[in-house]
């Protein structure tokens, strides 16, 4: 375990002071979000964003979400539109992305050579505190190996990062636990490139029009090509997962007590597998979705140390909102 984040002798923890001072200077630092941690540098700094792709192992066409003080901070790296103003005034701080047509000031690496950039403003307190304190946009994908797991505390970013993490500012457990909701709204027509915290039908209301998923749109592969991260495997664990439909086809299963373990959703489901004698966790004691959001990567992240080789869960039933995002990480951790 790493020590306390409160531990002022520990070298990885930094302080708001300390971040502010790395990011004016192209380093990098890791801060937390209210969605996962992220991994910071400057946006406007192409030497300090081009070592986030390094320490990722980023591929360079994939692009990076900068993140902005506010609307203003914004309209210095993209051209805002009255959709943008509209999602800002509704949701902003918080975890939604809009991707807009980008202004010169903005590397071509940050945008991966795309002539739009994701822009949010962070509701996380002191990532906010950071970027208004340093002045600068700050670029910021989450902070795990490319492929990995998103970390959702300080000790998954030392796990994940290893020995090369840089200085992380400790924010505990992150808020919402998935990754924030991406909008493209570069176009006339808006469309979700990634589920997350914030629903499609909380956007509707917001911009009054109706916004297409792109899963509605076409294949996954085709989404993967509009919005580069957004691939099929970019959020599993390491062990391989199943995911069935529902907690009854979870009863059906043929369990192999070594091997196997199982992520409940609730109480009741962590109640049941105890009886008949096979190891699982739970992602929450009530079945409360953003409390599961919350646990998702955690759990997932505690399974894969057990290593253990097949992991067993069930897709949320009858899901809408948030359960729907849930449901899109799920789909794309699972093997099949
Ligand atoms: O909640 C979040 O969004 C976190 C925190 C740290 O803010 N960040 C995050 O960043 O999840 P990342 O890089 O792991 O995922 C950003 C996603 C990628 O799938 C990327 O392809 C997409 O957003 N994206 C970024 N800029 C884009 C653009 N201009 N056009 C289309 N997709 C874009
Ligand atoms: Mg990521």
Known sequence: MHSSPNNP???????HE????????SQLVVLPTETVYGLAASALDEF??????????????????????????GSTVACINDNAVKIAKSFWPGPV???LPKKDIIPQLVSAGLSTVGIRQPAQKDFLAI????????????????NQLSPTSPDQVIDGLGKECPSVLDGGLCEHGIESTVIDLSQKNPVILRPGPVS???????????????????SIDSVARRSPGLSRKHYSPNTPLLVKNCFNDLTQIIYNKESDLVICHDEKELEYFKKIDIKALSLSDDGDCSTIARN???TFHTADKMKKKRLITHFLENAQGLAKSINDRLNRASIE
């Open 296 to 298: 998702l990567y955690k």
């Open 131 to 146: 970027i208004k304190s340093a002045n600068l946009p700050i670029a910021a994908p989450s902070a795990n190996k490319s």
């Open 18 to 25: 300390e971040c502010v001072s790395k990011l004016k200077s």
């Open 9 to 15: 002798t520990s070298p990885i923890f930094s302080t």
């Open 200 to 218: 499609k039908a909380e956007i509707e209301k917001c911009l009054n029009i109706e916004v297409k998923e792109c899963a509605e749109i076409n």
């Open 48 to 73: 300090a964003v081009s070592k986030i792709f390094k320490l990722k192992g980023r591929p360079s066409t994939n692009p990076l979400i900068v993140h902005v003080a506010d609307l203003e901070m």
């Open 97 to 99: 992305t809009v991707v």
